[in-house]
């Protein structure tokens, strides 16, 4: 029996002719990887984030930051895609979703088949010189930390290479003044696997029209939203996409 939530969520769905969906760290930890603030699982429990994964760390220290940040990043690499990622592919494919804004930098919205993608914290799959910008896949650079040129050095210039990966002291990228522009003008916003507690992405349920959630906890825009699912992504994503299968 599909509960009454997930019939609410397909109507207004089936509604909508404008619907973008923002994706945090809750839709990925079904596919093994481990979110950064989760109490005793989160990687933030382990290592401390200013040190892992910072650009002043990079730019002072970067054996440290090739030795234990980039390991966090590179981990990522070889997780597959669950059925929550597989159902928005699908519902890309059907026409309900007009893009996905998505936190995450595991590249498995893309593994899934998802096509628009706003990564608005960056992406594990390039790089990039931090003197003359000079774009490299990421595999250059696990090439020559393997062989031990730490930093990896751009091959035009010399200069630093670096994980195109938001970093802490790093501007956001472009991708997120388009998501910003796109949710103003959306009619509905479906939240997937985020406690939307990290700025400036939080900001972004507020402005849309219509608003679901489906986030195992509790978020600050509970009360906010049209529609709370509180169940894990990959399920609740598989009864919504069968149910739009259906005509619901």
């Known amino acids: 029996m599909i509960d009454n939530e997930i019939k609410a969520a397909c109507?207004?769905?089936?509604?909508?002719?404008?619907?973008?969906?923002?994706?945090?760290a809750g839709i990925s930890?079904?596919?093994?990887?481990?979110?950064?603030r989760s109490p005793n699982t989160g990687l933030w429990e382990k290592i401390d984030p200013m040190e892992a994964l910072s650009t002043s760390v990079l730019l002072n220290n970067p054996r440290k930051f090739y030795?234990?940040?980039?390991?966090?990043?590179?981990?990522?690499?070889?997780?597959?895609?669950?059925?929550?990622?597989?159902?928005?592919?699908?519902?890309?494919?059907?026409?309900?979703?007009?893009?996905?804004?998505t936190q995450n930098i595991d590249n498995l919205h893309q593994k899934a088949g998802s096509k628009i993608i706003y990564e608005v914290h960056g992406?594990?799959?390039?790089?990039?010189?931090?003197?003359c910008n000079n774009?490299?896949?990421?595999?250059?650079l696990v090439e020559q930390v393997k062989r031990e040129v730490i930093p990896p050095k751009?091959?035009?210039?010399?200069?630093?290479l670096r994980p195109n990966v938001v970093m802490f002291g790093d501007q956001l990228p472009k991708d997120f003044n388009i998501a910003w522009d796109l949710?103003?003008?959306?009619?509905?916003?479906?939240?997937?696997?985020?406690?939307?507690?990290?700025?400036?992405?939080?900001?972004?349920?507020?402005?849309?029209?219509?608003?679901?959630?489906?986030?195992?906890?509790?978020?600050?825009f509970d009360r906010q939203a049209d529609i709370v699912i509180k169940e894990r992504a990959g399920d609740a994503l598989d009864k919504i996409v069968n149910e739009l299968k259906k005509g619901t």
Do not use: W
């Open 183 to 220: 949710v103003q003008n959306c009619e509905l916003l479906i939240v997937v696997g985020s406690s939307l507690s990290v700025a400036p992405v939080s900001y972004l349920p507020q402005m849309a029209s219509r608003l679901i959630i489906i986030n195992l906890g509790s978020t600050p």
């Open 135 to 140: 774009q490299v896949e990421l595999n250059n």
């Open 11 to 24: 109507k207004m769905i089936n509604t909508s002719k404008d619907t973008l969906i923002l994706t945090g």
């Open 154 to 160: 751009c091959n035009r210039c010399g200069g630093i």
């Open 67 to 101: 030795e234990e940040g980039f390991k966090l990043l590179t981990d990522m690499k070889d997780v597959k895609p669950n059925k929550g990622h597989i159902a928005l592919a699908e519902m890309e494919e059907m026409g309900f979703i007009k893009g996905i804004i």
């Open 123 to 131: 992406d594990t799959r390039s790089g990039r010189c931090t003197s």
């Open 29 to 36: 930890t079904e596919s093994g990887i481990p979110d950064f």
